[in-house]
Nanobody, 124 residues
């Protein structure tokens, strides 16, 4: 069965760090773009980052640029999101998703597979 598993969320103080992981099962990341999205209560799901499995090209939302870093370990079918200097505004459920088309930055509707999400809460 094709699945994505997101993990690593938790409760941190403002200025703290977390590392999220997204692991594939039932398929491999080869040929996919892997994105991170987040959704806070009452808000639209927004893109956070995206990484290409083919060339490692990365994209970031302006709101996280310089603070978050996404990376990929092809051998382990795992994508990471390193989140540093977290702010309360980063509080959301974070989802990883895989898009079989390498198209750069793309909206959620373009992604084929989704993880279950992991909660990130940043306190003041």
């Amino acid at each position: 069965e094709v699945q994505l598993q997101a993990s690593g969320g938790g409760l941190v103080q403002s200025g703290g760090s977390l590392r999220l992981a997204c692991t594939a099962s039932g398929f491999t990341f080869d040929g996919y773009a892997i994105g991170w999205f987040r959704q806070a209560p009452g808000k639209e799901r927004e893109g956070v980052s995206c990484i290409s499995s083919t060339d490692g090209r990365r994209y970031y939302a302006d709101s996280v640029k310089g603070r978050f870093t996404t990376s990929i370990n092809i051998a382990k079918d795992t994508v990471y999101l390193e989140m540093n200097n977290l702010e309360p505004e980063d509080t959301a459920v974070y989802y990883c998703a895989a898009d079989r088309e390498i198209r750069g930055w793309a909206p959620p509707s373009e992604y084929d597979y989704w993880g279950q999400g992991t909660q990130v809460t940043v306190s003041s």
